[in-house]
Structure formats: C-alpha cells, structure tokens
C-alpha cells in the first residue's frame, strides 16, 4: 500500500490530477489569497488590479484570482470582459464573500485579459491568449482562446477549453450510467426468476400458499421487484439522456470544429506541399534502410503503394533472376475490390505484380511494454489480491508509471547527447514532455486496446523538432544509435502515401526505443518546425476534439450504404463524415438528401463515391454542380462517379477542387474533349476518365500534373499523335492510351518516363517501328502495343526491361525473327505475338522463361519443329501456335505439362501419330489438330482428359 501511495502522491501525479480550481472561502479576498501565497502583495489588491499574482516558493507557479460572474447567451466576449472586470474590482473591495482561486502556468498581467470559456451559471477563468506548453501528442496544459463560428468565419476561432471539458465530462459519464443501468437489469433478472421459481413451488404444492410468512416473503419480493423495475426505467431514462447529451455535442462540436479542422489540415498540407520531392524521397530511403528490413518468406502479410497509397497485399514467391548479385524481387498479390451483382465491394488477393524488396513494407512488429515484475506481484499481495495482476491491473499500471518516472530522465539525457553528438543542435530542438497522466493513460488503453496497459508506449515521450527533412534524417539516425536504447518500431508519417486520416493532418517520423535497463519503451517523434507551429496554433485543439467525438475513428466517419439513408444524410450535412460512399444508389435518393447536405457549409468530405449510381441525367447539373463542388473543393481528395449513365460536360465546378488526388469519371458520356482546366488539378495522382466519348486532343495543360502516377483515358475518340504534354509526367507509373484513335509513330521520349510501369497502346492508328528507347523502362511490367500498324523488327534494348510480365505485340506488322533476348525477361508471364510476320525457328533462349503461363504466336510465318524444350516451361497453361508453317510430329514431352489447359496446333505441317502420353494431361481443357498432316487413330488415353471441352480433329 505504502509502495502505490508512493507513486499516486508524487509530485508527477499531484499536478496532473490537481483541480483546475479550488474555492476557499474566508472573511476577505486578500485573506483567501494570502492563505494560498503567504507573499500576497497587499498594496496591490487594494489598487483593484484586474488581477494580482504572486510567484509561490518554486517560482513557477502565480496565483490569479478569479470570480462569479451570472452571464447569459447573450453575452459576447466583449461584454464578459466587463463584467468579470467590474466583478474583479467589487470583489476586491469588498470585506466579504467567497473568492475562487485558479493555479495556471505562469501569465502575464499586463495583457488584456479574454475569457476562456464560459456558460450560464459558470465559474469564469481568466487567462491572457492561447498558451501551449508541449509538443507531444495529447496530455498538454492548455489554455484556448474564446471560440464562436463567426470569429471561425473570420479566421480567428479556435477551440475553447471549456468545449473540451465539457465533452470530456459528457463522455465519462455515459459508464457510470451504463454500469448502474446493466447492474439494475441483472438484479430485475435475478429476481424476476427467484420469484417466479417461488410461485411455480407453491403451484405444485411444495410451499404452503397460506402460510402467513410465504405470503409476507413474495409480496416483499413482488413489490421489492416493481421498484426495481422502476429504478430500470429511471436508469435507462437517464442513460439515454447522458448518450443524447454527448451526441448532441458531439454534433454540435463536429460541426464546429469541421472549419477548424479544414484550416489545419491546409496548413499541414502546405508544409508538405513545400518540400522538395527529392529530400522527401530521400528521407525515405533512409527510414525504410533500417525500418523496412529482414526477409520475406511466401504467405507473408505486406503493403505496397499503389495508385498513390498503401495496399495490403500477400508474398507469392521470391522471382529468381539472372544475377545472383541483384537485389531480390517478390511477385505479391494486391488486394483488390470486386464489385458484385448487389453492387458491394468485397475484397479479396488477385492482381499480381512483380516489385523489389524496397518498395514492399512489412507491417510494423508488435511492440508492448515488459510484463508485470515482481514488484507488481508483491504489490498485488500487499493489496490483499492472491493471484498474479496482469496488464490490465492497477498494480501493473502503478509499476508501469513508476518505472516511467526513473526512465524519463535518462530517456531525455541520451536522446540530447545523440542529437549533440550529431551536430544537430542548430538545426534541431528536443521537446520534453511531461508523463502521460494516468487518467489518459486509462483512457487510451480502455478506448484503443481493451484496457491493456502494456500497449501504451508512450507514457515517456519527446519531441525533436526539425529545420528541414535532410534534418530529420540526420535526426533519425542519431535516435537509431542513442545510448542505452534500441530500436523498437517506426512508423514513417511522413512517407507520401501515409493516409493523414487518423491524425488530422498531423505528419511525423515515430520512433519506439526500448531502454536497455528496464525494458520499459518510450516514444521519439521527429517533425518539422511547420507542422509543430500548425499544431501549437490551435491544431491539437482540434485533434483532441475530433478525437473526442470519434471523428477520427474510420468506423464513426465513414458511411457505406444507399443514398436513401436519412441519418446518415444528417450526419454528411452535419460534417460528421471524411468519407461516402453510396455506390448503386438511385438518382432520386442523391437528389432529395445527398445534394442538399453537399452543399452545407459545414460538410467537409475527402472522399466521395457515386459509382454505378442510376438514371442521373447530367452530373455537372443534379449532383456535381457549381456551388456543391466549391464547398467541397477545400478537403476534397477522392472523387468517385464511375457508370453513372451521365452525359453533358465534364463537370466544370471540379477545376476548385485542388486538393484532389483520385478523379475517376469513366463509362459516362460527356460532350467535348478533355477540358484545358484539368492541368489545374496538380496534386493529382491518379485520374481514370475511361470510355467517356472524349474526342479531339490531349491539352497541353496536362503536363502540369507533375504528381500523376496513373492516366487512363483509354475507350474515347483521342486523337492525333502523342502529345508532348505527356513527355513532362516524370512520376506516372501507368499510361492508359489504349483504344482511342491516336496516330503516327510511337515518340522516343517514351523512354524518359522512368516510373512507368504499365504503358498500353493498344488499339490506335500508330505506326512506325517499336522505339528502342522503351529499353530505359527498367520498371516496366507490362506492355501493350497490339491491335496498331507498328513495323520493323522487336528492339534489343527491351531485353533490359527484366520486370515485364506481360509482352503483348499482337496484330502489327512486326517482321524477323522471335530474337533470341526473349529468354532474358525472366519474369515473363504472358506472351503475345500472334498475327504479326515473325519468321524462322522458335530461339532455344526461350526455354527460359519459365514462369510463362500463355504463349501465343499464331498467324506468323514460322517454321522448323515443335521444341521438346516445351516441358521445360512448366508454368504453361495456354499455347497457340496455330496457323504458321510448323512441321514434324508433335512433341512427346507436352504431356508433362500438368497445368496446360489450351493446346492449339491447327494449321500448320505437322506429322505422325498424336502421342499416346496426351491423356496424361489432366488439365487440358481445349485441344485443336485440325488441318494438320497428322494421321492414325485418336488414341483411347483421351477418355482420361474429364475437363476437355473441345476436342477438333481432322485426321
């Protein structure tokens, strides 16, 4: 008992649980002052001063008198400031009453003094201006300014302390109310079942009904039971209250904050938005060189970035490659959404790609706080408890805070000394932050992890702030390497495609290091001074609200259903939702609640999907309109309205949205071309307007879309040649071109967008012979040129492209042989060359690509034999080699072949006896000889083949 008195009496615990006020009463306010600060200076409570500090014995602490004021809604700052002043002045003149006392940091009187926050009734603090005294992520001292919607209107709002209190406190008490609530049910529940077992005895006879005492015993019981039906319905009256009291704030406050929440979200975007792509990147690199290390083993859960942000994916296998030397790759399998016949996502592992060791990201490794000692277990016997506590027990959180304290000091020590020896106090400030205080500690555990202590990590914790990211990097291997600490886990805030939902905004490299003495791990956050000044002017206060009412939490600000949904209509127009999405809804429900709650001023959406919704007639007109698009335009990043059925023009009000980095618009029909503002759009990263009816040309404009990373304009009326815009999209990984009507050769500058990694041309007018400079796609994975009037030979320099998986070169006019570099794309998966003027012999390089699974070479001029080679690719399981000048018999060794599910010959010179060996392929599914010179009967062993569905012979 001593041992946790010892720990809830510290000094740490004192303050942190010391009331934002005490109210002595005494005959005189300076009386009450002075018993509270002996060195109360006299003189100047007789002057009336608005207020009168004096620094205790520490000399960190000023007292500052406050007092009673009635004030009503009427009331604005302005006035509140008047009457607290004249209520200051005759409270200090007066003999009596009662004076309130109010300990805060350090203020400075001679600044005109505001009202925190008040309310009818209330208890008015004074304080000088928003003051922060931290730089950690929640637990701060802090004192916010006067907060109304037209000061927010102005740009002056921020989020008063007495909104946070207040929601704090309507949260806190929805359990003890539910607890009282549960218990009272379960008494009625107990009791209603005793009773009515007592009357089913005196029913059967073992009770005598008229025994004076039965009689006395169930009409207590029957009346002990009704007033505790009486008490379950207060309580439940009472617990709804509290739920419908936390609601309606949580409302009120969502919509209040959502402005706030928007000004700080821009201001962190502008800090991103300021550094330079290079140090960004190059930071990266250096957090992901020791966080995102160790090998990689098939069935193993990983992330990678795609189409701008992270996606879960599995291992498949580690892909083998020429070089020894070389860093590995892993073909994964991305996780995908499929859209059913209901018009549901479900989710599952399909599209695979090929991609280096550096770009795939482990998830984080499960890091938590040692396991109770024997220090808890003693604790625990000395509280009277005989079995071990665990992480959930107040012994465990008693020892935790304890072992906190003593590391704190060395944690602090060590991480300045690293930063020192560094060289990085010039370009760096170490934020120390107080103990995360037990009641957040609780509260977090309870909310976040089921009530296990062990899982908060950062009960000791600072703030490096930095200059610049070259600093953080610096700053990140200096906490790599601190004494006394290891490395634990990181969480890379500030990677491009970390998803800002969850913290607002907020951006950060966090760091857990474990200390080497204790076990116990602590938090390091490295940031940049632009986000610690966005965060210190208002934008934790926002944080902590939104983190209050749930807003933050996915579940809470999401909505995922039919338009028709009145409440959650409520809840957009309310600000309440980041996220919406109405996929397969009808038209009638969008334009009678979605429109009018897009265009409330308090709606702040990121994200909004109108896939496959039916019978709109013009989206520009009924649901992305003018006004709706610039409400939305601030927060806007997702923009979904895919098969909408829509025609008219693509919907002019999108040029506001700049904040918008997914647009896809495809299977609608607009009128016009792609429209000249769409380079306005500059923080795009992945834009899809597919199968529009778009006709004329790419504009020029494009090319200020220096972020894109996927452009899909593929099944429009896109004319003329390539446009040189597109040379400038230095960051695009896919390009999407296929179908339109473009003309004239492939251009050279091809070869300088590096990142590609898809490029489809497929089904245009383009002619000319295949660059060599695609050989510089060192990333490519997959290529589509079919279907155009391409000529010339296949260019060597595509044997440098080692990542292709796909090589499709169907109907062109390409001419000379199959080149014998083929065999280099290891990673070849599927090959197209059918209908084209190949000639000669099949190279033996080709017996390489052992992770094909479909060739197709049909409608060639090629010759010699079927190679027996083909066993060797033993991933084949579809192989057209019909209609070329093929001769010889048909190769024995096919029959190893034990995924081969399409074996097409027909056409060609072959010879001789179809192989008896045939039956052995169990899954083949499609066999075609015909017009061929084979002869001799169909052998019986193809009775076995039980999945073949086509069998054409003509022998």
């Not at 109304?148 to 929601?167: F, K, N």
């Not at 969502?254 to 700080?264: D, E, G, N, Y």
Request: charged fraction near 20%; glycine fraction near 6%.
């Amino acid at each position: 008992d001593n041992f946790l008195s010892g720990i809830l009496d510290s000094p740490e615990h004192r303050a942190s649980s010391m009331p934002s006020h005490n109210t002595i009463s005494s005959k005189t306010g300076s009386t009450a002052a002075a018993a509270d600060c002996k060195r109360f200076p006299s003189s100047s409570v007789k002057s009336g001063a608005d207020s009168s500090p004096c620094t205790s014995s520490e000399g960190d602490i000023q007292v500052l008198l406050t007092i009673s004021v009635a004030v009503s809604s009427t009331d604005t700052p302005t006035t509140l400031v008047q009457k607290a002043r004249q209520a200051t002045a005759a409270a200090l003149s007066t003999p009596t009453g009662p004076t309130t006392v109010w300990r805060t940091k350090t203020l400075d009187p001679t600044v005109p003094l505001v009202v925190a926050g008040v309310g009818s009734g209330d208890i008015v603090a004074l304080s000088d201006k928003t003051q922060s005294r931290c730089g950690s992520s929640d637990g701060c001292d802090t004192e916010f300014a006067s907060y109304s919607e037209d000061q927010t209107d102005a740009g002056q709002g921020q989020v008063d302390e007495l909104t946070l209190q207040h929601l704090v406190a309507l949260k806190e008490a929805i359990g003890p109310k539910f607890i009282a609530l549960e218990d009272t049910r379960t008494q009625v529940e107990v009791r209603s079942r005793l009773l009515a077992n007592i009357r089913s005895r005196i029913d059967s006879g073992q009770f005598v009904a008229e025994q004076s005492d039965t009689i006395n015993f169930t009409s207590r019981m029957a009346s002990d039971l009704e007033t505790l039906k009486a008490a379950l319905e207060r309580r439940r009256v009472e617990f709804d209250r509290a739920v419908n009291a936390y609601r309606r704030m949580a409302r009120r406050e969502i919509r209040r904050t959502s402005i706030l929440m928007q000004r700080k979200s821009s201001d962190y975007n502008e800090v991103v938005a300021n550094q330079e792509r290079s140090a960004v990147d190059s930071l990266t690199v250096v957090v992901e060189g020791v966080a995102n290390v160790g090998p990689l083993a098939p069935g193993d859960q990983v992330q990678v970035v795609h189409g701008g942000a992270f996606t879960p994916a599995i291992v498949v296998e580690q892909e083998h490659g020429g070089d020894p030397d070389a860093p590995p790759n892993f073909r994964i399998r991305l996780q995908t959404q499929q859209l059913t016949i209901t018009f549901e996502y479900s989710e599952d592992f399909l599209e695979e790609v090929v991609l280096p060791r550096s770009l795939i990201y482990r998830p984080p490794p499960r890091v938590r706080q040692p396991q109770p000692s024997e220090i808890a277990v003693a604790l625990a016997k000395l509280r009277g408890r005989e079995e071990a506590p665990c992480t959930e027990d107040v012994e465990y959180l008693a020892e935790l805070m304890a072992t906190a304290a003593k590391v704190a000091p060395r944690f602090e020590a060590s991480i300045q000394r690293a930063m020192s020896a560094a060289q990085l106090m010039e370009r760096v400030i170490v934020h120390k932050s107080s103990l995360k205080k037990i009641a957040r500690t609780t509260q977090k555990a309870s909310d976040k992890y089921k009530g296990d202590y062990s899982c908060i990590l950062d009960i000791v914790r600072l703030t490096v702030v930095c200059q610049s990211l070259d600093a953080v990097a610096a700053a990140f291997q200096a906490v790599v390497h601190a004494i006394g600490f290891k490395l634990a886990r990181v969480k890379n805030r500030l990677h491009p495609s970390f998803d800002v939902t969850s913290s607002a905004g907020y951006r950060d490299v966090l760091l857990n290091v474990v200390d080497e003495t204790t076990g116990h791990v602590c938090e390091v956050q490295l940031t940049l001074q632009g986000f610690m000044t966005a965060k210190e002017n208002g934008g934790h206060a926002v944080y902590k609200v939104l983190r209050l009412v749930g807003r933050l939490e996915e579940w809470s600000s999401t909505h995922q259903g039919d338009a028709g949904d009145v409440e959650a209509a409520e809840r957009l127009r309310d600000g309440a939702l980041t996220s919406f999405d109405i996929t397969g809804s009808t038209h009638s429900g969008i334009l009678s609640h979605v429109v009018p709650a897009l265009a409330s001023s308090r709606c702040f959406l990121s994200s909004l999907k109108l896939n496959f919704v039916s019978g709109l007639k013009s989206l520009a007109e009924q649901v992305l309109t003018e006004s709706v698009l610039k409400q939305l335009a601030p927060t806007l990043q997702v923009l979904e309205a895919h098969n909408c059925g829509s025609r008219g023009l693509v919907p002019p009000g999108l040029r506001q949205c700049r904040q918008l980095r997914h647009l896809h618009l495809g299977l609608n029909r607009f009128d016009g071309g792609l429209p000249q503002w769409i380079g306005e759009l500059d923080r795009l990263r992945h834009l899809d307007i597919e199968q529009c009816d778009l006709a004329g040309v790419i504009p020029p404009s494009i090319a200020n879309l220096q972020l894109i990373q996927v452009l899909d304009l593929c099944g429009n009326r896109i004319s003329g040649p390539l446009s040189e815009a597109v040379r400038s999209l230095h960051q695009v990984k896919a390009l999407h071109l296929n179908l339109n009507m473009l003309t004239g050769p492939i251009p050279e500058w091809i070869g300088e967008l590096a990142e590609l990694r898809e490029l489809s041309l497929r089904g245009n007018r383009l002619t000319g012979a295949i660059p060599q400079s695609l050989g510089n796609l060192v990333h490519l994975t997959e290529l589509y040129l079919y279907d155009n009037a391409l000529c010339g030979e296949l260019p060597k320099e595509l044997a440098a492209c080692a990542h292709l998986t796909m090589l499709s070169c169907s109907s062109n006019s390409i001419t000379g042989p199959i080149p014998s570099w083929i065999g280099q794309l290891s990673s070849l998966s599927e090959l197209y060359l059918h209908d084209n003027q190949f000639s000669g012999e099949l190279p033996d390089s080709m017996r390489q690509l052992r992770a094909l699974s479909h060739l197709s070479i049909s409608k060639n001029n090629l010759t010699g034999m079927l190679p027996e080679w083909f066993s060797e690719m033993t991933a084949l399981a579809f192989v057209d080699v019909s209609e070329n000048y093929f001769t010889g018999p048909l190769p024995i060794t096919l029959s190893q072949l034990q995924k081969l599910s399409t074996f097409d010959a027909h056409s060609n010179g072959l010879e001789g006896l179809v192989p008896d060996s045939y039956g052995d392929i169990l899954s083949l599914q499609s066999l075609d000889l015909h017009n061929t010179s084979l002869r001799g009967p169909i052998p019986d062993s193809l009775n076995n083949l039980v999945r073949l569905h086509k069998l054409h012979f003509l022998i």
